[in-house]
């Protein structure tokens, strides 16, 4: 059975988070000052951290194996990608976009066409028949034109 990739984002890899979670990976942000706070998670969660700060990586519970981290080497997104999809061998098989929220991580849900209605711009309504809304900040996603010109360019980064 193949594992589920789950992360946790230190708030110094915050673009590399979003990116996560737009193709499918459940990714929360770290926005606090006490690492130990961020591997408790990792642990308890069964999320591997990301980190560009040293000092994370040196903790007892990373060095010892118990809690996965990557330590991301680049401060540059398309390379934080590539480093992170080498890493764990990702591929576009295993992207499952407009699962998560962007902005809070929050399982995205349908929607119908009609629950959309005036709360999307209109020419998104006439020519798109998916949607889904985050139920947290309610903001609405569908697979736009804008979204798909930015898959294309992720996936020239990772090929
Ligand atoms: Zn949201």
């Not at 130990?36 to 040293?54: F, H």
């Not at 996965?68 to 080497?73: G, K, N, Q, T, Y």
């Not at 398309?78 to 061998?89: D, T």
């Amino acid at each position: 059975m193949e594992e589920v990739l789950k992360f946790i984002a230190d708030n110094n890899v915050g673009k590399l988070a979003k990116w996560l979670r737009m193709v499918g990976f459940d990714t929360e942000s770290f926005n606090g000052t006490d690492d130990g706070e961020m591997v408790a998670i990792a642990v308890a969660e069964n999320r591997i951290i990301l980190t560009r700060d040293t000092g994370v990586m040196a903790r007892r519970l990373i060095t010892s194996g118990q809690v996965r981290a990557i330590l991301i080497e680049s401060d540059r997104l398309v390379r934080q990608i590539r480093q992170v999809s080498e890493e764990l061998h990702i591929d576009k098989s295993q992207y499952k976009p407009l699962t998560f929220c962007l902005e809070c991580n929050r399982t995205l849900m349908p929607r119908t066409k009609s629950e959309v209605k005036n709360r999307v711009p209109s020419h998104v309504f006439e020519t798109q028949e998916q949607f889904v809304e985050c139920p947290s900040c309610n903001r609405i996603y569908w697979r736009g034109t804008h979204w798909q010109a930015m898959q294309r360019k992720i996936e020239n980064v990772i090929e």
